[in-house]
Protein backbone atom coordinates (compact mmCIF):
# COMPACT_ATOMS: atom_id res chain seq x y z
CA UNK A 1 0.00 0.00 0.00
CA UNK A 2 2.85 2.42 0.89
CA UNK A 3 4.41 1.46 -2.43
CA UNK A 4 0.88 2.74 -4.16
CA UNK A 5 0.56 6.04 -2.40
CA UNK A 6 4.51 6.76 -3.44
CA UNK A 7 3.72 5.97 -6.95
CA UNK A 8 -0.01 8.05 -6.56
CA UNK A 9 2.16 11.11 -5.39
CA UNK A 10 4.76 10.63 -7.95
CA UNK A 11 1.96 10.81 -10.66
CA UNK A 12 0.75 13.76 -9.47
CA UNK A 13 3.76 15.73 -9.04
CA UNK A 14 4.34 14.66 -12.70
CA UNK A 15 0.84 16.26 -13.47
CA UNK A 16 1.24 19.54 -11.43
CA UNK A 17 4.50 20.14 -13.26
CA UNK A 18 3.65 19.36 -16.70
CA UNK A 19 0.51 21.95 -16.30
CA UNK A 20 2.63 24.42 -14.27
CA UNK A 21 5.23 24.17 -17.95
CA UNK A 22 2.49 24.28 -20.64
CA UNK A 23 0.56 26.99 -18.57
CA UNK A 24 3.97 29.54 -18.12
CA UNK A 25 4.86 28.61 -22.12
CA UNK A 26 1.35 29.51 -22.96
CA UNK A 27 1.67 32.62 -20.40
CA UNK A 28 5.01 33.90 -21.80
CA UNK A 29 4.26 33.17 -25.76
CA UNK A 30 0.68 35.96 -25.36
CA UNK A 31 2.53 38.05 -23.18
CA UNK A 32 5.32 39.32 -25.86
CA UNK A 33 3.74 41.45 -27.79
CA UNK A 34 3.55 43.63 -23.77
CA UNK A 35 7.13 42.71 -23.30
CA UNK A 36 8.28 44.25 -26.82
CA UNK A 37 6.14 47.73 -25.73
CA UNK A 38 7.86 47.74 -22.88
CA UNK A 39 11.50 47.78 -24.36
CA UNK A 40 10.03 50.22 -27.11
CA UNK A 41 8.92 52.82 -24.56
CA UNK A 42 12.27 52.78 -22.85
CA UNK A 43 14.69 55.81 -23.83
CA UNK A 44 17.54 53.63 -24.11
CA UNK A 45 18.65 50.12 -23.37
CA UNK A 46 20.82 52.04 -20.82
CA UNK A 47 18.28 54.13 -19.13
CA UNK A 48 15.62 51.42 -18.86
CA UNK A 49 12.48 52.07 -15.98
CA UNK A 50 12.48 50.46 -12.40
CA UNK A 51 9.11 49.10 -13.87
CA UNK A 52 10.85 47.83 -17.14
CA UNK A 53 13.57 46.53 -14.68
CA UNK A 54 11.18 44.32 -12.73
CA UNK A 55 9.18 43.00 -15.41
CA UNK A 56 12.55 41.79 -17.00
CA UNK A 57 13.80 39.98 -13.63
CA UNK A 58 10.56 38.36 -12.83
CA UNK A 59 10.01 36.70 -16.87
CA UNK A 60 13.60 35.89 -16.66
CA UNK A 61 14.29 34.67 -13.08
CA UNK A 62 11.35 32.63 -13.11
CA UNK A 63 12.22 31.00 -16.75
CA UNK A 64 15.33 30.17 -14.86
CA UNK A 65 13.66 28.50 -11.76
CA UNK A 66 11.12 26.87 -14.00
CA UNK A 67 13.92 25.21 -16.03
CA UNK A 68 16.24 24.36 -12.97
CA UNK A 69 13.56 22.92 -11.18
CA UNK A 70 12.00 20.57 -13.76
CA UNK A 71 15.22 19.45 -15.35
CA UNK A 72 16.23 18.21 -12.03
CA UNK A 73 12.82 16.28 -11.33
CA UNK A 74 12.89 14.62 -14.61
CA UNK A 75 16.50 14.34 -15.45
CA UNK A 76 17.78 10.35 -15.57
CA UNK A 77 20.83 11.14 -15.35
CA UNK A 78 22.27 12.50 -11.69
CA UNK A 79 24.37 10.52 -9.31
CA UNK A 80 24.61 11.38 -5.70
CA UNK A 81 27.40 13.40 -6.13
CA UNK A 82 26.55 15.26 -8.92
CA UNK A 83 22.96 15.99 -7.08
CA UNK A 84 25.11 17.19 -4.30
CA UNK A 85 26.30 20.24 -6.63
CA UNK A 86 22.90 21.12 -8.17
CA UNK A 87 20.03 20.62 -5.50
CA UNK A 88 20.45 24.06 -4.15
CA UNK A 89 20.18 26.00 -7.09
CA UNK A 90 16.48 25.83 -7.48
CA UNK A 91 16.06 26.55 -3.90
CA UNK A 92 18.75 29.64 -4.32
CA UNK A 93 16.43 30.61 -7.52
CA UNK A 94 12.86 30.39 -5.83
CA UNK A 95 13.93 32.80 -3.30
CA UNK A 96 14.76 35.29 -5.88
CA UNK A 97 11.71 34.78 -7.75
CA UNK A 98 10.13 35.45 -4.16
CA UNK A 99 12.73 38.48 -3.96
CA UNK A 100 11.51 40.12 -7.40
CA UNK A 101 7.84 39.59 -6.59
CA UNK A 102 8.12 40.98 -3.60
CA UNK A 103 9.80 44.09 -4.92
CA UNK A 104 7.07 44.68 -6.93
CA UNK A 105 4.22 44.12 -4.24
CA UNK A 106 6.21 46.96 -2.09
CA UNK A 107 7.38 49.19 -5.01
CA UNK A 108 3.28 49.43 -5.89
CA UNK A 109 2.14 49.85 -2.59
CA UNK A 110 4.75 52.33 -1.87
CA UNK A 111 3.44 54.30 -5.01
CA UNK A 112 -0.35 54.07 -4.04
CA UNK A 113 0.58 55.36 -0.25
CA UNK A 114 1.68 58.76 -1.64
CA UNK A 115 5.18 57.79 -1.25
CA UNK A 116 5.43 58.13 2.27
CA UNK A 117 8.45 58.37 3.99
CA UNK A 118 7.26 56.69 7.40
CA UNK A 119 5.29 53.79 5.40
CA UNK A 120 8.28 53.68 3.02
CA UNK A 121 10.65 52.66 5.69
CA UNK A 122 8.37 50.32 6.94
CA UNK A 123 7.55 48.61 3.97
CA UNK A 124 11.77 48.27 3.37
CA UNK A 125 12.21 46.68 6.75
CA UNK A 126 8.97 44.10 6.63
CA UNK A 127 10.65 43.32 3.24
CA UNK A 128 14.36 42.64 4.27
CA UNK A 129 12.89 40.54 7.32
CA UNK A 130 10.73 38.11 5.06
CA UNK A 131 13.26 37.31 2.57
CA UNK A 132 15.71 37.00 5.58
CA UNK A 133 13.42 34.64 6.92
CA UNK A 134 12.53 32.76 3.36
CA UNK A 135 16.47 32.69 2.57
CA UNK A 136 16.84 31.08 6.11
CA UNK A 137 13.66 28.52 6.22
CA UNK A 138 14.18 27.30 2.27
CA UNK A 139 17.55 26.78 2.61
CA UNK A 140 17.80 25.30 6.20
CA UNK A 141 18.12 21.13 6.88
CA UNK A 142 17.80 20.54 2.69
CA UNK A 143 19.66 17.58 1.22
CA UNK A 144 19.84 16.38 -1.91
CA UNK A 145 17.74 12.94 -3.33
CA UNK A 146 18.49 11.01 -5.86
CA UNK A 147 15.51 8.80 -6.74
CA UNK A 148 15.62 6.89 -10.73
CA UNK A 149 18.28 9.56 -11.75
CA UNK A 150 16.61 12.70 -10.86
CA UNK A 151 17.62 14.87 -8.16
CA UNK A 152 15.39 17.22 -6.02
CA UNK A 153 15.91 18.64 -2.68
CA UNK A 154 14.00 17.77 0.63
CA UNK A 155 13.80 19.19 4.18
CA UNK A 156 15.13 16.50 6.44
CA UNK A 157 15.08 18.13 9.95
CA UNK A 158 13.32 17.11 12.68
CA UNK A 159 11.37 19.99 12.59
CA UNK A 160 10.11 20.46 9.45
CA UNK A 161 11.28 24.48 8.15
CA UNK A 162 10.51 24.87 4.84
CA UNK A 163 6.90 25.56 4.94
CA UNK A 164 7.52 28.25 7.05
CA UNK A 165 8.66 30.07 3.51
CA UNK A 166 5.28 29.82 2.28
CA UNK A 167 3.79 31.46 5.53
CA UNK A 168 5.91 34.11 5.23
CA UNK A 169 5.41 35.01 1.83
CA UNK A 170 1.61 34.81 2.68
CA UNK A 171 2.26 37.11 5.39
CA UNK A 172 4.17 39.85 3.03
CA UNK A 173 1.06 39.37 0.63
CA UNK A 174 -1.42 40.32 2.92
CA UNK A 175 0.11 43.46 4.52
CA UNK A 176 0.63 44.94 1.15
CA UNK A 177 -2.53 43.78 -0.16
CA UNK A 178 -4.17 45.65 3.28
CA UNK A 179 -1.81 48.94 2.48
CA UNK A 180 -2.89 49.42 -0.76
CA UNK A 181 -6.38 48.53 -0.72
CA UNK A 182 -6.82 51.14 2.26
CA UNK A 183 -4.87 53.81 0.46
CA UNK A 184 -7.13 53.40 -2.80
CA UNK A 185 -10.45 53.03 -0.84
CA UNK A 186 -9.23 57.04 0.39
CA UNK A 187 -8.68 57.72 -3.24
CA UNK A 188 -11.11 60.65 -4.92
CA UNK A 189 -10.85 59.95 -8.65
CA UNK A 190 -11.51 62.94 -10.77
CA UNK A 191 -13.07 61.44 -14.12
CA UNK A 192 -14.31 57.90 -14.92
CA UNK A 193 -11.09 56.65 -16.31
CA UNK A 194 -8.78 57.48 -13.15
CA UNK A 195 -11.84 55.34 -11.48
CA UNK A 196 -11.46 52.71 -13.34
CA UNK A 197 -7.57 52.78 -12.56
CA UNK A 198 -8.03 52.61 -8.78
CA UNK A 199 -10.54 49.66 -9.67
CA UNK A 200 -8.20 47.88 -11.59
CA UNK A 201 -5.31 48.21 -9.04
CA UNK A 202 -7.97 47.05 -5.78
CA UNK A 203 -8.74 44.10 -8.44
CA UNK A 204 -5.02 43.19 -9.36
CA UNK A 205 -4.03 43.22 -5.80
CA UNK A 206 -7.33 41.17 -4.50
CA UNK A 207 -6.17 39.03 -7.38
CA UNK A 208 -2.83 38.70 -6.94
CA UNK A 209 -3.15 37.78 -3.19
CA UNK A 210 -6.21 35.33 -3.74
CA UNK A 211 -4.33 33.07 -6.76
CA UNK A 212 -0.73 33.53 -4.73
CA UNK A 213 -2.14 31.87 -1.14
CA UNK A 214 -4.25 29.81 -3.10
CA UNK A 215 -0.73 28.19 -4.72
CA UNK A 216 1.24 29.00 -1.35
CA UNK A 217 -1.44 27.17 0.65
CA UNK A 218 -0.98 23.95 -1.31
CA UNK A 219 2.60 23.87 -0.91
CA UNK A 220 2.58 24.74 3.28
CA UNK A 221 0.68 21.99 3.44
CA UNK A 222 2.55 19.61 1.42
CA UNK A 223 5.68 20.84 2.38
CA UNK A 224 4.42 19.98 6.10
CA UNK A 225 4.41 16.19 5.43
CA UNK A 226 7.77 13.98 5.75
CA UNK A 227 7.19 12.25 2.77
CA UNK A 228 10.06 13.72 0.60
CA UNK A 229 8.27 12.83 -3.08
CA UNK A 230 5.20 14.62 -1.67
CA UNK A 231 6.38 17.53 -0.49
CA UNK A 232 7.85 19.40 -4.24
CA UNK A 233 4.61 18.03 -5.44
CA UNK A 234 3.14 21.67 -6.06
CA UNK A 235 6.46 23.45 -5.93
CA UNK A 236 6.32 24.30 -10.12
CA UNK A 237 2.75 25.56 -9.65
CA UNK A 238 3.99 27.77 -7.33
CA UNK A 239 6.60 29.23 -9.37
CA UNK A 240 4.23 29.30 -12.41
CA UNK A 241 1.52 31.11 -10.58
CA UNK A 242 3.85 33.93 -8.73
CA UNK A 243 5.76 34.76 -12.84
CA UNK A 244 2.14 34.91 -14.12
CA UNK A 245 0.63 37.14 -11.18
CA UNK A 246 3.17 39.59 -10.50
CA UNK A 247 4.43 40.22 -14.10
CA UNK A 248 0.35 40.61 -14.93
CA UNK A 249 0.68 43.38 -12.22
CA UNK A 250 2.92 45.40 -14.32
CA UNK A 251 1.40 44.88 -17.40
CA UNK A 252 -1.58 46.33 -16.31
CA UNK A 253 -0.47 49.24 -14.80
CA UNK A 254 1.19 50.11 -18.02
CA UNK A 255 -1.28 49.41 -20.41
CA UNK A 256 -3.79 51.60 -18.14
CA UNK A 257 -1.44 54.24 -17.90
CA UNK A 258 -1.68 54.57 -21.71
CA UNK A 259 -3.90 57.35 -23.40
CA UNK A 260 -6.85 56.51 -24.84
CA UNK A 261 -7.68 56.19 -28.89
CA UNK A 262 -8.69 59.38 -29.86
CA UNK A 263 -11.90 60.56 -29.88
CA UNK A 264 -13.72 62.42 -33.03
CA UNK A 265 -16.51 64.79 -31.79
CA UNK A 266 -18.06 66.34 -34.83
CA UNK A 267 -18.87 70.60 -34.39
CA UNK A 268 -20.82 72.38 -36.95
CA UNK A 269 -19.42 75.75 -37.37
CA UNK A 270 -20.99 78.41 -39.60
CA UNK A 271 -18.57 79.67 -42.19
CA UNK A 272 -17.19 82.52 -41.89
CA UNK A 273 -17.81 85.26 -44.45
CA UNK A 274 -14.60 87.13 -43.28
CA UNK A 275 -11.26 87.16 -40.91
CA UNK A 276 -13.17 88.56 -37.98
CA UNK A 277 -15.33 85.61 -38.35
CA UNK A 278 -12.33 83.07 -38.80
CA UNK A 279 -11.12 84.96 -35.41
CA UNK A 280 -14.30 84.64 -33.44
CA UNK A 281 -14.50 80.83 -34.53
CA UNK A 282 -10.88 79.37 -33.64
CA UNK A 283 -11.54 81.73 -30.62
CA UNK A 284 -14.94 79.89 -29.63
CA UNK A 285 -13.32 76.39 -30.87
CA UNK A 286 -10.02 77.06 -28.80
CA UNK A 287 -12.72 78.34 -25.15
CA UNK A 288 -14.58 74.88 -25.93
CA UNK A 289 -11.53 72.53 -25.28
CA UNK A 290 -10.06 75.28 -22.47
CA UNK A 291 -13.23 74.71 -20.74
CA UNK A 292 -13.60 71.07 -21.33
CA UNK A 293 -9.90 70.26 -20.52
CA UNK A 294 -9.97 71.86 -17.35
CA UNK A 295 -12.42 68.97 -16.36
CA UNK A 296 -11.54 66.29 -18.08
CA UNK A 297 -7.81 65.98 -18.54
CA UNK A 298 -6.86 64.80 -14.87
CA UNK A 299 -3.60 63.16 -14.02
CA UNK A 300 -3.97 60.03 -13.02
CA UNK A 301 -2.20 58.85 -10.16
CA UNK A 302 1.01 56.05 -10.88
CA UNK A 303 3.62 56.15 -13.25
CA UNK A 304 4.11 52.56 -14.89
CA UNK A 305 7.78 53.28 -14.98
CA UNK A 306 7.47 53.99 -11.12
CA UNK A 307 8.97 57.55 -11.52
CA UNK A 308 8.58 60.25 -9.08
CA UNK A 309 5.96 63.29 -9.51
CA UNK A 310 5.30 66.63 -8.58
CA UNK A 311 2.54 66.41 -5.52
CA UNK A 312 -0.99 67.53 -6.62
CA UNK A 313 -3.05 70.37 -5.30
CA UNK A 314 -6.25 68.96 -4.26
CA UNK A 315 -8.41 67.40 -1.39
CA UNK A 316 -5.91 66.08 1.37
CA UNK A 317 -7.64 62.43 1.27
CA UNK A 318 -6.72 62.77 -2.24
CA UNK A 319 -4.32 59.72 -3.03
CA UNK A 320 -1.90 60.28 -5.93
CA UNK A 321 -0.79 56.93 -7.30
CA UNK A 322 2.09 58.05 -9.45
CA UNK A 323 0.59 57.21 -12.41
CA UNK A 324 0.40 59.42 -15.48
CA UNK A 325 -2.29 59.52 -18.00
CA UNK A 326 -2.40 61.65 -20.94
CA UNK A 327 -5.99 62.26 -22.15
CA UNK A 328 -6.22 63.73 -25.60
CA UNK A 329 -9.64 64.41 -28.04
CA UNK A 330 -9.53 65.20 -31.68
CA UNK A 331 -12.16 67.04 -33.05
CA UNK A 332 -13.77 67.10 -36.56
CA UNK A 333 -14.48 70.41 -37.68
CA UNK A 334 -18.01 70.64 -39.89
CA UNK A 335 -18.34 73.54 -42.24
CA UNK A 336 -20.99 75.20 -44.39
CA UNK A 337 -20.91 73.57 -47.83
CA UNK A 338 -22.52 76.66 -49.87
CA UNK A 339 -19.31 79.08 -50.12
CA UNK A 340 -15.92 78.21 -50.69
CA UNK A 341 -13.11 79.77 -48.20
CA UNK A 342 -9.38 80.60 -48.74
CA UNK A 343 -8.29 79.97 -45.52
CA UNK A 344 -7.43 76.62 -44.52
CA UNK A 345 -9.16 74.21 -42.87
CA UNK A 346 -8.22 74.26 -39.05
CA UNK A 347 -6.70 71.69 -37.45
CA UNK A 348 -7.41 70.91 -33.94
CA UNK A 349 -5.90 68.49 -31.09
Not at 43 to 60: D, E, K, M, N, T
Request: proline share 4%; net charge positive; hydrophobic share 40%.
Amino acid sequence: MDRNLALDSATSEKYFRIASISVACYDYIITLPAEWRFYRSQPSIFRISLACALFILIRYVSTLVMILSNYGYFATSFTQQTCQHYYLATPAFKVMQSMVSQAILGVRTFNIARRDRKIGIALLLLYLIAISVEWFTNLYHRIPVVIDGNCTPVDSGKKLSAWLYYLAVMLYDLVMLTVSTMHLLRYNPLSNRVSRLVRVLIYDGVGYFVVLSAANLLNLILYHTSNAETQLAGASLGYAVTWIMSQRILINIREMSEPDPRRLENVVVARPTNSSGRKNVVSGLRSHFESKSNTKNTRSPIDPGFSPTSPRNGHPDDVELDIRVCVERSVKVDFGAEQSSSWDKPTMR
